[in-house]
């Protein structure tokens, strides 16, 4: 190989490298997966992740610096947002990934959840073929601005703080299905845990918005980056 080729390629790839060390933390990975659900302050994400604003900061400077992240300033605040949809769907990859050849993710996952929710999850083909019929009624247990960003046609809005109040609009005799953000969103088993208590027939759905986004299936709402 001759000097420039090797020059060339430890070039390249040292570029890749640099998205990499950006999701090489475990908060990080998190961040972007609450950025893809639209733009948050950093103030947002310190409450959303329990970290402090100091922290935050730090590590959305590192995504920043991998042009993974973008903002813009409104008043007072910063808000942060994915760069692209490319950058969403490569979450989803990476989870793909890792529940293939890592068998403790799946596991995880199946104890956190089957120990809170017996029930099987509805899966997004299953999802689509009951949505064509009417024979479920959608639930967003999203907060309302990730709802208004970008939701699944039909959604009806519920966010889970407010979907006790709400019970007595939700007709008993229908069977709902509870959505949020993706695989490890809990808000949606915990919407199943209020509503089954309460005498609805309820289940979760396996994936959430990013993994409806990822599948190119239609989404409303003002924010098309998902």
């Known amino acids: 190989m001759s000097q420039d080729a090797r020059e060339f390629k430890d070039a390249i790839y040292g570029q890749y490298a640099r998205i990499g060390k950006a999701i090489s933390s475990p908060r990080r990975i998190e961040l972007l997966e609450l950025l893809s659900q639209g733009a948050k302050s950093v103030e947002m994400l310190a409450k959303e992740t329990g970290m402090s604003v100091a922290n935050v900061s730090q590590h959305l400077q590192t995504l920043l610096e991998a042009r993974l992240v973008q903002y813009r300033k409104k008043g007072n605040f910063v808000y942060y947002r994915l760069s692209s949809k490319t950058v969403s769907d490569f979450l989803v990859n990476i989870e793909q990934i890792a529940e293939e050849r890592l068998p403790d993710v799946n596991q995880i996952r199946k104890e956190f959840f089957e120990q809170r929710d017996p029930l099987e999850p ?105």
């Open 122 to 226: 509805v899966l997004l083909q299953e999802l689509l073929q009951q949505m064509d019929t009417g024979d479920i009624v959608l639930i967003d247990v999203r907060p309302k601005e990730e709802y208004e960003e970008g939701h699944i046609p039909g959604a009806i809005s519920i966010p889970i703080e407010e979907l006790e109040k709400e019970l007595e609009q939700l007709p008993k005799d229908k069977e709902f299905v509870a959505y949020c953000r993706g695989k490890q969103c809990v808000y949606a088993v915990h919407a199943v845990d209020v509503l089954r208590s309460k005498g609805y027939q309820i289940r979760r759905a396996e994936e959430g918005i990013r993994e409806w986004s990822y599948m190119d299936q239609p989404i409303e709402g003002t924010d098309r980056l998902h």
